[in-house]
C-alpha cells in the first residue's frame, strides 16, 4: 500500500503562481479530495439524509460548488446571472442521482481554477462588491473568503458523513 500523500498545500504544487491564488487553488484541491474520499462511497439515500437535523452532505457538497461559482463572480467584478440566483434557491432539493451531484461539483472546482488563473494579474487590492447589497470588499479579500468558506463546508461535509455512516452501522 502506498504511503498517503501529504495534504495540497504541502505537495510543493504551483509554485509559479503567486501565494495567495495558490493558496486558494491548494484549498479547492484538498476539498475535491476530501469530498471524494469521504461522500462517494456513500449511497444517495445517505447523502440527502439529516442525521439529527444536520444539512445533508449532498446539500452541502451543492452549496459549496454553487457558492464557489457566486463568489468568482463577484471577485471578477460580476453582478449574479438568473441561473445563478435559481441554483441559489434550489441547493435544498434533492440530488436525482450521486453522478450528477459529483459531476456539478468536480465541473465547479475545474472551472473555479480557471477563473482564479484567469485574476493573477488583477490586484487583490482591486475593490469589489459583495452580494445583492453591493457590500464594500477587494479580490483578495473575496479570494480568501472562497478558501476558508470551502474548507469551512468541507468539515461540515465530513463531520456529517461520519454521523451518517455511524448511524448505519
Known sequence: MAAPQPEPWLRRTH????????????????????????????????????????????????????????????????ALSEDQLLALRTEEEASPNIAELFAELEETLRRTIQRLAALQPVDLNTPRGLGRAGIPTTVGSILIHVAEHTQRHVGQVITTAKVVASLRS
Open 15 to 78: 509554485s509559479d503562481i503567486p501565494v495567495v491564488h495558490r493558496a486558494v487553488l491548494h484549498a479547492l484541491e484538498q476539498a475535491g479530495e476530501d469530498i471524494e474520499a469521504w461522500c462517494k462511497p456513500l449511497p444517495l439515500e445517505d447523502l440527502e439524509s439529516r442525521p439529527h437535523g444536520l444539512p445533508s452532505v449532498a446539500f452541502q457538497v451543492r452549496h459549496i460548488a454553487r457558492s464557489l461559482d457566486r463568489l468568482m463572480t463577484y471577485a471578477e467584478g460580476n
